[in-house]
């Protein structure tokens, strides 16, 4: 099983809504990570997970708050959003080390307004 | 900083074609390459990697193959099909996370 699954795939809010974005691999992988990624453009890194721990944040706003459980979920906590945080936002997972892929998730397809 | 760089697209090409997709990258070291592609509305899949110097990746009819002399990671296929259209993103795998190239689109008529 190469799944990454990701809940909802589409997500509408307002901007003083709380929602979460939830993110799920069973593939024993110990790193996972959010994506960001706006129209034809390639996906941005946002947060990385390693065995369970937060390692890197790329000074992403904190109306955005990840959240990793488990070694198998991983959840993006979402507040106070503004429009232009509209955007495709992927979930990848993998096994850690130099030479791995990453594997992707769907994908939430999300909308402010 | 580790970079890459991908050809401009959209690529459109007629059914049956010859696929070249340029790909080239500045890194320290000697890191892992890969291609993902993406369909309209979905993830990125994997479509192949290569790990070391002329390592060749392959999948689906697709080839890459890693060139350390001239750092590149150049994505072909002898014949492309109207499934093929989609987004290609060149990747490479830095010290601490993956690096995309800006992606290619590609269009294949029937």
């Known amino acids: 099983d190469t799944e990454v699954t990701q809940t909802p795939k589409h997500l509408v809010m307002g901007m003083t809504n709380k929602k979460s974005l939830k993110c799920e691999q069973h593939m024993g992988h110990r790193a996972m990570y959010w994506y960001k990624q706006k129209a034809k453009k390639p996906p941005e890194l946002m947060f990385v997970y390693s065995y369970e721990k937060l390692s890197i944040n790329e000074s992403v706003p904190s109306r955005f708050s990840p959240e990793c459980p488990n070694s198998s979920l991983l959840n993006l906590h979402l507040h106070a959003l503004q429009p232009e945080d509209s955007a495709l936002y992927l979930c990848a997972s993998s096994q850690g080390g130099a030479s791995t892929e990453a594997f992707f998730g769907q994908g939430t397809r999300l909308t402010v307004v | 900083g580790d970079s890459v760089t991908q050809m401009e697209g959209p690529v459109t090409l007629s059914e049956e074609a010859f696929l070249t997709i340029n790909c080239t990258y500045t890194?320290?070291?000697?890191?892992?390459l890969f291609w993902y592609v993406q369909y309209p509305g979905e993830g990125l899949q994997l479509l192949l990697k290569a790990t070391k110097a002329d390592d060749k990746g392959s999948n689906k009819g697709f080839e890459a193959t890693y060139r350390k002399e001239t750092t590149s990671f150049h994505l072909e296929k002898g014949s492309v099909q109207v499934s093929d259209s989609a987004v290609y993103f060149c990747?490479?795998?830095?010290?601490?996370?993956?690096?995309f190239g800006a992606g290619t689109i590609l269009r294949v008529k029937s």
């Open positions: 890194a320290t070291g000697y890191p892992s």
């Open positions: 990747a490479l795998r830095g010290y601490t996370k993956l690096v």
